[in-house]
């Protein structure tokens, strides 16, 4: 569920916030959400950056623990399908790769650094918090999303803002910059 609204911080507009139900007063501008229907759980998607319009992508069919996540051509290969599994105790994602079983989205060496190269890992069962993600989805837009690691509480990017073939993904603080958007393709 996504809710939207203009509040005394500015817009918030996340996926995955819950409700909590007030007693009723006078129908102020906070008490009124737009909650469009949403719901991807169990749902398999391409990630495509919205910068460089490439998928993120497990490279030379990697099937290993630290095998490397890069951005690649789109091919409609397993290597860059994923499956988004909801994690209801905090209203984070985890995304398990199609191609390798039981491996998913994960933050190298559990960092909170800077700059900490994303792979794939073991889920751990329930998904460590390094292998959670907030979305935050982009105003306007139907189908881009931020995605913010649980752990570091950095955020998923393109290294350098590359549209390069091959340009490795890691953690970041938050930024306005396009290598940080990802269009779900959903399937």
Same mark, same amino acid.
């Given at each position: ?9 500015? #817009?918030?507009?996340? !996926? ?10 006078? $129908? ?13 759980h169990g749902k398999q998607l391409f990630l495509e950056s919205a910068l460089s319009g490439k998928c993120i992508d497990i490279k030379d069919w990697g099937k290993n623990n630290g095998a490397i996540l890069h951005q690649w051509d789109h091919t409609g290969d397993t290597n ?26 994960? !933050?190298? $060496? ?15 069962? $329930? ?10 989805? !982009?105003?306007?837009?139907?189908? #881009? ?13 393109? !290294? ?28």
């Amino acid at each position: 569920m996504t809710i939207q609204r203009d509040g005394p911080y500015g #817009k918030l507009d996340q !996926v995955g916030l819950k409700l909590a139900q007030q007693a009723w007063t006078t $129908g102020n501008k906070n008490q009124l959400f737009n909650l469009p229907q949403v719901n991807h759980h169990g749902k398999q998607l391409f990630l495509e950056s919205a910068l460089s319009g490439k998928c993120i992508d497990i490279k030379d069919w990697g099937k290993n623990n630290g095998a490397i996540l890069h951005q690649w051509d789109h091919t409609g290969d397993t290597n860059q399908k994923w499956l988004l599994e909801h994690h209801e105790a905090d209203n984070s994602y985890i995304l398990e790769s199609i191609h390798a079983t039981g491996k998913v989205m994960d !933050v190298e $060496g559990n960092s909170n650094d800077h700059g900490a190269k994303i792979h794939l890992w073991e889920k751990v069962h $329930g998904g460590a918090d390094n292998q959670r993600w907030k979305l935050h989805k !982009v105003h306007g837009s139907a189908d #881009k999303y931020r995605l913010q690691s649980c752990k570091s509480g950095l955020y998923m990017e393109v !290294v350098n803002s590359s549209v390069d073939l091959g340009a490795r993904i890691h953690q970041w603080e938050a930024s306005e910059k396009e290598n940080q958007v990802f269009r779900f393709r959903w399937i």
